[in-house]
């Protein structure tokens, strides 16, 4: 079946520094990937997504691009902020069959 | 409405009281999703329904849950007989189709004491 793999949180960074968090995918067919996070306290919202190879999904200074040879999907951004500190969640679509998989989430901590 | 809702946004109960959770979609979704999310962890899949119809009940834990959506719309997540393992938040999902962007509600926060 179709899977995600996270790397394992919690990340811990200081601001400014370089951000990524890596994600892995297993699916059938040809999914749409998504990273969502979570702040804290708030639910979950769309950060950003790709729904074909070398697609680049960005928002808000973060970015991932969609791996296809190396089924990927890792998510960076060039510089953390504070504001930045929250659970981040790599999630597949297929387009047949299942629904969405979510990953276990990263928990991100940025220390002024 | 603008966005998902869900209610109550807390709820508390004594272990073997039954208790329903409510989701209502962002107007003309037809995709709903339920989920559970335990403390600290990830999110666990219960159930999703396309229109009123649930073709994938494969994440509900046990025969004490049970889900219904009525009208396209509104869904009613149902827990029986609830146990301490039952305490989590219950969030709720919905899209424009089966595999499309999902909006998520702000949870309900079950306590089961």
């Known amino acids: 079946g179709n899977s995600v793999t996270q790397m394992e949180g919690p990340v811990t960074l200081s601001e400014e520094a370089f951000l990524t968090i890596n994600c892995t995918y297993t699916a059938t067919g040809y999914p749409s990937l998504f990273w969502y996070v979570q702040y804290p306290g708030e639910g979950l919202q769309l950060l950003l997504k790709?729904?074909?190879?070398?697609d680049k999904g960005s928002n808000k200074g973060f970015e991932a691009t969609y791996r296809k040879e190396t089924t990927s999907f890792h998510l960076e951004k060039g510089s953390v902020q504070v504001s930045d500190s929250a659970v981040y969640f790599c999630a597949l679509s297929e387009s047949y069959g299942q629904n969405f998989v979510f990953g276990p989430g990263t928990r991100l901590s940025v220390l002024p | 409405g603008a966005g998902v809702s869900q209610s109550p946004s807390n709820k508390v109960t004594e272990k073997g009281k039954d208790v329903e959770l409510r989701c209502d979609p962002i107007s003309g979704h037809t995709a709903l999703y339920w989920y559970r999310q335990r403390l600290g962890q990830g999110l666990e899949f219960l159930i999703y329904?396309?229109?009123?119809?649930?073709?994938?009940k494969s994440g509900l834990p046990s025969d004490r849950f049970s889900a219904e959506r009525t009208g396209e719309s509104v869904s009613t997540l149902t827990i029986q007989r609830t146990q301490q393992e039952d305490s989590a938040v219950y969030l709720c999902a919905s899209s424009r189709g089966q595999w499309r962007v999902q909006y998520f509600g702000p949870g309900t926060r079950l306590t089961v004491t």
């Open positions: 329904f396309q229109g009123n119809s649930a073709p994938d």
């Open positions: 790709a729904t074909k190879a070398d």
